[in-house]
């Protein structure tokens, strides 16, 4: 059974960073391509980042040249480092295993920019 742990969310203040990370387990997780997604009240689930298995890198344009997504195949985590980081960056974030439509979730952690 896939399960997926992610860590790191917290409020940060404008401008500040944040790491998280994403444990798999019950994959191989060297052959998955990985995302992160986030939802915020009242919208959608939208993409943020995603990595193939070879390391192909894909962002919204919302968080180019901000965020940062990587994979250690060795410890089976994904991360996504967050650096100035803005108020609408507040979200719950989701990792994702194996794509949007038939992948697995995450239970998600939040993020919440704030002065």
């Known amino acids: 059974q896939v399960q997926l742990v992610e860590s790191g969310g917290g409020l940060v203040q404008p401008g500040g960073s944040l790491r998280l990370s994403c444990a798999a387990s019950?994959?191989?997780?060297?052959?998955?391509?990985m995302g992160w997604y986030r939802q915020a009240p009242g919208n959608q689930r939208e993409l943020v980042a995603t990595?193939?298995?070879?390391?192909?890198?894909n962002y919204a344009d919302s968080v180019k040249g901000r965020f940062t997504i990587s994979r250690d195949n060795a410890k089976s985590t994904v991360y996504l480092q967050m650096n100035s980081l803005k108020p609408e960056d507040t979200a719950v974030y989701y990792c994702?295993?194996?794509?949007?439509?038939?992948?697995?979730w995450g239970q998600g952690t939040q993020v919440t920019v704030s002065s």
């Open positions: 994702n295993a194996g794509g949007r439509i038939t992948g697995s």
């Open positions: 019950g994959i191989i997780f060297s052959i998955y391509n």
């Open positions: 990595i193939t298995s070879g390391g192909i890198t």
